[in-house]
C-alpha cells in the first residue's frame, strides 16, 4: 500500500468534501433546504471521519465525528436546523480544512488550533445532548488515546470486532500429499463460526489439462472467532510452504483488504463482492479502497516510481507477525514517509525556474526558426523536413512548458461563495453569487494575483452596491440581491466580470467629489466611462458612512495598481439603480505568443496573433481617402485605420501596395495600414529595458531565425494610447471613430 | 469403475456413481463423467449411493458441471447422500450446481 499517494488523495478529497459540506450548507441556509442536502453533508463528513480513521488521524476523526453526530441528529428530525447551527457547522468545517495539513503531516496541533477545536466541540455538545454519537458513545472531551493506525473499518462500522478473514490458495499438490481443504474447513468450523464461504473456482483448468489429483480450488472465509492468531493460523501447518495463506485478523485496515483483493489472481470485482458479502468490508470501504487504489496506480504511472513496501507490511500480510506488534513501528516509519510524499507528489518550483524554462524554450524556438530557415536556403529535402519535425516538437514543448502555468480560475471563484455569505451576514443583507466560467484557464502567477482585487471588487459591491432589503422592496426589486463572477476569454485576454444588481454608481455625486477634490476642473463635462474611472483614483471614496468593510477610500485605487501590474485593465459599467458591472482584462500569457510578422520598410513588427482579426489589401482608390479621413469602410462597418509608420514615427520608403492589419482589444478595433505582409511567426517575448519602456507602443522585442530583431506592438497600448491622447487632428479622428464602433 | 449410464423413460440419461468419489478414484471418473456428459444432452447424476466424497471428487462435479454450461447441456445432481450434503454445505457450493438439495426425513 502506497501510504503515501493515500494520504494525498484524502487530503484532496476532504478538501473537496468540506467545498461541498460548505455549499450545500450554504444552500441550506438560502432555504433550499431538503433531506438531500442534508444527506449529502452527512455523507461528506462521515467519508472524511471513516478514511481519516483508516489511516488513524485520531484529531480529525475525533472532532468530526462529534461533526457527525449533530448531522445525524438533523436528519433524524431530532434537531431543526437553523442559522446557528449552519454558521456552527461552517466553522467546523473551517475547523477541519485547517486539521488536515497538522494532522496528515503527524505535525502536533498548535494551541490555538487546540482551542478552537474545543470551543467547537462545545458548541456542538450543546446539540447533542448526552444522546452522544450515533456510533460512539465517548463523551467529547476525553481525549481520544493514541492507536496503531489499524483502527476498524470506521466507514460502515458493521465489520465486528472478531471478524477474521482468511484467504487460502490451494497448492496443486495438497490432495496428492493426503491433505484435503475439506478437514481445514471442518478445523476452522470448530474454531468459531464459518460467517461465509466462498469457493473459487476460476484456476480448474480446461478438461484435458485437468489432473484430477490436483487441488485447483481457492477460499475466502470469513471467520468469527474468539481464536488467538497463533490458533488459526495453527490449522494451516503442513501446508504452508505449498499454499499461499492470507489471514486478516480483526481490524485490519480497509488498504489491506484492498491489497489482498488486488494481489489474488481472481477478478477484482468478484472478490470485493465476496468480502463484503462476507461483511469483512462494507461496500463503502470497498469503493473507497479501490478507487484509492487505481489513484495510487495511476500517480505511479504518471511519476513511474517505484513502488516499495515497507517491510513490515509484508510480514504482517504475509501473516509472520501479529499486525499489533509491526505496527507500531510502521507507524515511525509511515511519519517519515508521509513528510516525504508531501514533497515529492506535488512539486512546488520556484516560480523563477519555471520562468527560466519559458524562457529556454523561447531560446529553442528562436534557434528552430534559424534552423528552418537554413534549411530552407540549403534546400536539401531531408534537412528540410528533419527541420520541420524538430519544430513542431519544440512547438509542443512550447505549449507545455506554457501549460504547466495555466490553471482553471474556478476554485478561485468558488472561494467567493463563502465571503458573499460571511460578509452578507455581517451587512444583513440576503445575496447570492453566481459564478460562470469556472473553467476558464489563466496563468497561475496571475491567478494567485487575481484574488485581492476580486475580493475588494465583491466586498465593495456587497457594501456599496447592494441596497438594504427595505431599500430594494422599495425600489421593486427582489429581496435578494444578485452578485456575478463571470469569467471568460476574449481574443487572447481573459475577462472577469464582478457584477451586482445593487444602486449602481451616481454620476454627479461622483462628479462633484470629483470637483472638491481638485480632481476635475469645475463646469469640466467628461463622458461616463470616466466619471466612473475617477473611483480608481487614490483615496476617492463617495460611501456616505464607512462600514467595517469598505468606504474609506482606499481599495479601488489598489485594485487598478494590482491589475495594471499584470498589465491588464479594469473598466466600469454603471446604470444608476439598476447595477454595476466590473470588467478585468488580462493577458492570458506571459513569455510566448503566436505572432503575426508585418514588413515596414525594411523593419520587422510583430503583431500578436491573438488580437488579429483580418488583413486587407488596402487598394490606391481608398487610399487616399483614408489618409485624409483616417477610417476605411469595411463591409458597412467603420474602421479607424493608422499608419503604423506614423505612430511609430518611421521614415518609409513609399511602397506600391499597402495592407491593412485588423486588430482588436476588448472593445476597440483598429486597423494598422503596413508595407508587407510577412505572414505567421512564434514569438518570445524579449522585454525591452526600462529605458525604453515610455517610448512608443512596443510590448518587446524578439529575434527573428535570421537573427534579425524585430518589435512587437503592444495593440492594447497603441489603443488606448490613440484613444486617449486626443492632440493631433489625425489622432481626433481616430478617436472619435473608435468610440463609434466600440 | 462402478460407473452405469441408463437411459429413463423420459429420454433423459441418468449416470450412477458407486459409493467412492475421492481421489483414489478420480483419474478413472474424470474420463467417465466427462464422455457422459458430451453424449448426454440431458444428463442425471446419482449421487445416492456416494459414501465418500472428497475435494478431488467435488472438483470433478465442478468440471462436469462447467463443460456441461459449454456445451448447453443439462447436468443434474441428484439424491445428494449425506456425505455429499456435508461438503458441498461446508463449500457453500449448492448454489454452484443449482439442484435442489433433498434432505432426509430422519
Known amino acids: ?742 | 469403475m462402478p460407473i452405469v449410464v441408463e437411459t429413463l423413460d423420459n429420454g433423459t440419461a441418468r449416470l450412477g456413481i458407486g459409493s467412492g468419489m475421492t481421489i483414489y478414484e478420480a483419474a478413472g471418473l474424470k474420463a467417465d463423467l466427462l464422455r457422459a456428459v458430451a453424449e448426454h444432452p440431458e444428463l442425471d447424476i446419482d449421487l445416492s449411493e456416494v459414501a465418500e466424497l472428497d475435494t478431488a471428487g467435488l472438483q470433478l462435479l465442478v468440471l462436469a458441471k462447467r463443460e456441461a454450461v459449454k456445451a448447453g447441456h443439462v447436468l443434474r445432481l441428484s439424491g445428494h447422500s449425506g456425505p455429499v450434503r456435508e461438503v458441498l454445505g461446508l463449500y457453500r457450493m449448492e448454489s454452484y450446481f443449482g439442484d435442489p438439495v433433498v434432505l432426509p426425513a430422519d
Open chain 1, 1 to 742: 500500500m502506497n501510504f503515501d499517494a493515500a494520504i494525498q488523495s484524502y487530503i484532496a478529497e476532504s478538501r473537496e468534501l468540506l467545498d461541498t459540506m460548505e455549499q450545500s450548507l450554504m444552500a441550506l441556509e438560502n432555504g433550499e433546504g431538503d433531506d438531500d442536502l442534508i444527506h449529502a453533508i452527512f455523507r461528506a463528513a462521515h467519508t472524511i471521519k471513516g478514511t481519516g480513521g483508516i489511516f488513524g488521524f485520531d484529531p480529525i476523526v475525533h472532532f468530526t465525528h462529534d461533526v457527525e453526530s449533530l448531522l445525524d441528529r438533523l436528519r433524524g428530525g431530532l434537531l431543526a436546523l437553523d442559522d446557528n447551527i449552519v454558521a456552527l457547522l461552517l466553522r467546523s468545517c473551517d475547523h477541519i480544512r485547517s486539521l488536515l495539513e497538522p494532522v496528515t503531516a503527524g505535525e502536533a496541533l498548535d494551541a490555538e488550533l487546540v482551542e478552537q477545536g474545543r470551543a467547537l466541540l462545545g458548541g456542538l455538545a450543546r446539540y447533542l445532548g448526552d444522546g452522544g454519537g450515533p456510533e460512539r458513545a465517548a463523551p467529547a472531551d476525553v481525549p481520544v488515546p493514541v492507536e496503531e493506525p489499524t483502527a476498524e473499518p470506521v466507514g460502515g462500522g458493521t465489520a465486528s470486532a472478531d471478524h477474521w478473514h482468511i484467504s487460502l490458495r490451494f497448492g496443486r499438490d495438497v490432495l496428492r500429499n493426503g491433505m484435503d481443504p475439506l478437514s481445514f474447513l471442518r478445523y476452522l468450523a470448530q474454531l468459531g463460526e464459518l460467517v461465509d464461504v466462498a469457493t473459487l473456482t476460476d484456476a480448474l483448468p480446461e478438461p484435458p489439462e485437468m489432473d484430477p489429483e490436483s487441488c485447483y480450488l481457492g477460499f475466502e472465509i470469513g471467520l468469527r472467532s474468539g481464536a488467538e492468531r497463533e490458533q488459526i493460523e495453527g490449522a494451516f501447518e503442513f501446508v504452508r510452504d505449498d499454499c499461499a495463506i492470507r489471514i486478516l485478523p480483526p481490524h485490519s485496515k480497509v488498504s489491506e483488504y484492498i491489497q489482498l483483493i488486488q494481489e489474488l489472481p481472481e477478478d477484482t470485482v468478484r472478490l470485493g463482492e465476496i468480502l463484503v458479502g462476507s461483511k469483512a468490508l462494507t461496500q463503502v470501504e470497498l469503493d473507497w479502497g479501490l478507487k484509492l487504489q487505481v489513484d495510487e496506480e495511476r500517480v505511479a504511472a504518471a511519476g513511474g516510481a517505484e513502488h516499495h513496501r515497507l517491510l513490515g507490511e509484508i510480514l504482517v500480510e504475509e501473516a509472520v507477525v501479529p499486525a499489533k506488534v509491526v505496527s507500531a513501528a510502521l507507524d515511525k516509519q509511515q511519519q517519515i514517509k508521509e513528510r516525504k510524499a508531501s514533497e515529492n507528489r506535488f512539486i512546488r518550483v520556484e516560480a523563477e525556474k519555471l520562468d527560466q524554462l519559458v524562457d529556454l524554450v523561447g531560446e529553442l524556438v528562436i534557434a528552430g526558426a534559424n534552423t528552418q530557415l537554413l534549411a530552407h536556403q540549403a534546400g536539401a529535402v531531408e534537412v528540410i523536413e528533419s527541420a520541420a519535425n524538430l519544430f513542431r516538437l519544440v512547438e509542443e514543448l512550447r505549449n507545455r512548458a506554457l501549460g504547466l502555468q495555466m490553471v482553471q480560475i474556478g476554485s478561485t471563484l468558488q472561494r467567493f461563495q463563502r465571503v458573499v455569505r460571511d460578509v452578507g451576514k455581517e451587512l444583513g443583507k440576503q445575496v447570492e453569487l453566481f459564478i460562470s466560467g469556472g473553467e476558464t484557464e489563466l496563468d497561475k502567477s496571475v491567478i494567485e494575483q487575481i484574488g485581492d482585487p476580486l475580493m475588494h471588487l465583491v466586498r465593495n459591491a456587497l457594501d456599496h452596491g447592494i441596497e438594504p432589503a427595505a431599500e430594494r422592496l422599495a425600489k421593486g426589486k427582489p429581496e435578494k440581491a444578485r452578485v456575478e463572477l463571470n469569467a471568460y476569454h476574449e481574443s487572447g485576454s481573459i475577462v472577469i466580470e464582478v457584477a451586482d444588481d445593487g444602486r449602481g454608481l451616481d454620476r454627479d455625486k461622483i462628479l462633484a467629489k470629483a470637483v472638491s477634490r481638485g480632481l476635475v476642473g469645475p463646469g469640466q463635462n467628461l463622458p461616463d466611462g470616466e466619471v466612473y474611472n475617477l473611483i480608481f483614483e487614490p483615496g476617492f471614496s463617495t460611501a456616505d458612512s464607512i462600514s467595517n468593510l469598505s468606504g474609506r477610500g482606499v481599495g479601488m485605487d489598489v485594485v487598478r495598481r494590482n491589475v495594471e501590474a499584470l498589465r491588464g485593465h479594469v473598466q466600469l459599467h454603471s446604470q444608476l439603480g439598476s447595477g454595476t458591472k466590473v470588467r478585468i482584462r488580462l493577458p492570458l500569457t506571459l513569455a510566448i505568443i503566436d505572432g503575426f510578422l508585418v514588413g515596414l520598410g525594411p523593419a520587422r513588427y510583430v503583431i500578436p496573433m491573438d488580437m488579429l482579426v483580418e488583413c486587407l489589401e488596402h487598394s490606391g482608390e481608398d487610399r487616399a481617402k483614408a489618409i485624409r479621413e483616417g477610417y476605411l469602410n469595411v463591409r458597412g462597418k467603420v474602421l479607424p485605420i493608422l499608419r503604423l509608420s506614423e505612430v511609430l514615427g518611421v521614415e518609409t520608403p513609399k511602397v506600391r501596395r499597402e495592407s491593412v492589419v485588423v486588430v482588436r482589444f476588448g472593445e476597440l478595433t483598429a486597423g494598422l495600414v503596413v508595407d508587407e505582409l510577412l505572414g505567421e511567426f512564434q514569438t518570445v517575448i524579449k522585454p525591452l529595458g526600462a529605458l525604453f519602456g515610455h517610448l512608443a507602443p512596443i510590448g518587446g522585442s524578439t529575434i527573428l531565425g535570421s537573427g534579425e530583431v524585430a518589435l512587437i506592438i503592444d495593440v492594447p497600448g497603441l489603443l488606448r494610447r490613440v484613444q486617449q491622447h486626443q492632440h493631433s487632428q489625425h489622432g481626433q479622428t481616430v478617436s472619435r471613430a473608435l468610440a463609434a464602433t466600440a
